[in-house]
């Protein structure tokens, strides 16, 4: 099976409940009509009922709420206000914030009305992880939430079959060695928790084993040794350059006896430019399959989407979403 069909069948095996908010755009839609025809998940999509059906589409077996008239409201804006309260806000602010469509998904997943949310698809980032981590904040444990995309790259042979992990390209800007060293550790659980086998873990950067020394190379260098303390256990290397990390010749030139080199399935960017702009040059000219980005460290699964995505991505990084839920269940 594929990547996406495995996802969509452990969804299947045990049906969470997964909002999504951007019912105005047609992506979501038809997204919510192709998880309902795979019976992966039980579909709430946010929206005034009428306006969604106005386009012809039945929505059979979607649950549509309208967060301007949903009995929810009131139930949510109380809870919201006892959460931000110390943060200044008021009730008035709180039912205010109810009516935004991510405030109000957030909200159902806090309130155990949903398992997870998914959305971004005409949403920024920033505006999609505000209330999550204002609201759901990050895992017990867990010093920060970062991102990861699922890379499925056709006839490959690196990684696993053509998998990877890449992380993080789409939420810490500038992690220091600290913060990069827990996003190595918490892509290596997503991985596992994910695709059911072991990690290999590659910290990239311009350099391999001391080729070049100057800060950046530095920074991955320390980040290499806090991720061995936070986790001993972590088959993970660094720092590696990208052809080190996964094409075996190359590794055993550049890093020889180190036991990530060639085969690497996680990689680790330095920084948000080099995963964000990584993750796209494999996309775009590999014609890779690219789920996310994923959210990691969170207490509940929230997940974000590339406003360039399809209805066929959506249905993907739901499923990822279902998967994570079951997880955390």
Avoid at 104 to 117: L, P, Q, R, Y
Avoid at 188 to 194: C, E, I, M
Avoid at 222 to 247: C, F, K, N, T, Y
Avoid at 257 to 272: E, M, Q, Y
Wanted: hydrophobic content about 40%; proline content about 5%.
């Amino acid at each position: 099976m594929s990547f996406l069909e495995t996802m969509l069948a452990r969804a299947k095996a045990d049906k969470q409940t997964i909002v999504l908010p951007e019912g105005n755009d047609p992506r979501t839609l038809e997204a919510a009509e192709k998880l309902i025809a795979h019976d992966a998940c039980n579909v709430i999509v946010l929206g005034n009922e009428e306006e969604l059906k106005a386009g012809g589409r039945e929505l059979r077996g979607v649950r549509i709420i309208d967060p301007e008239t949903s009995d929810l409201r009131e139930k949510f804006a109380t809870r919201l206000y006892e959460l931000r309260k110390h943060k200044g806000m008021t009730p008035e602010d709180a039912l205010d914030k109810i009516s935004d469509v991510l405030y109000f998904g957030v909200m159902m997943v806090k309130c155990g009305e949903a398992d997870g949310m998914v959305s971004g698809a005409c949403h920024s980032t920033g505006d999609v992880l505000r209330p999550c981590l204002q609201i759901l904040k990050t895992a017990p444990g867990v010093k920060l939430a970062s991102s990861f995309f699922v890379m499925v790259v056709p006839d490959c042979e690196y990684g696993q079959n053509g998998t990877f992990i890449f992380s993080d390209c789409g939420l810490e800007v500038q992690p220091d060695d600290e913060a990069l060293a827990h996003i190595a550790v918490n892509s290596a659980r997503s991985w596992k928790s994910l695709m059911g086998t072991e990690p290999a873990v590659a910290m990239l950067s311009h350099s391999s084993k001391g080729s070049a020394r100057n800060d950046d190379a530095n920074k991955v260098v320390r980040a290499v040794e806090i991720a061995h303390e936070l986790d001993p256990s972590l088959e993970l290397d660094g720092e590696l350059q990208l052809d080190a990390a996964i094409v075996p010749s190359v590794g055993e030139s550049k890093a020889p006896g180190s036991r990530v080199t060639g085969h690497a399935n996680v990689l680790i960017f330095p920084d948000l430019d080099a995963g964000n702009i990584g993750y796209k040059l494999v996309q775009r000219l590999a014609k890779a399959e690219a789920y996310g980005p994923i959210t990691q460290g969170l207490a509940a699964p929230v997940n974000d989407l590339s406003r360039g995505c399809t209805a066929d991505d959506i249905v993907g990084v739901v499923a990822i979403t279902c998967v994570q839920a079951q997880a955390v269940k």
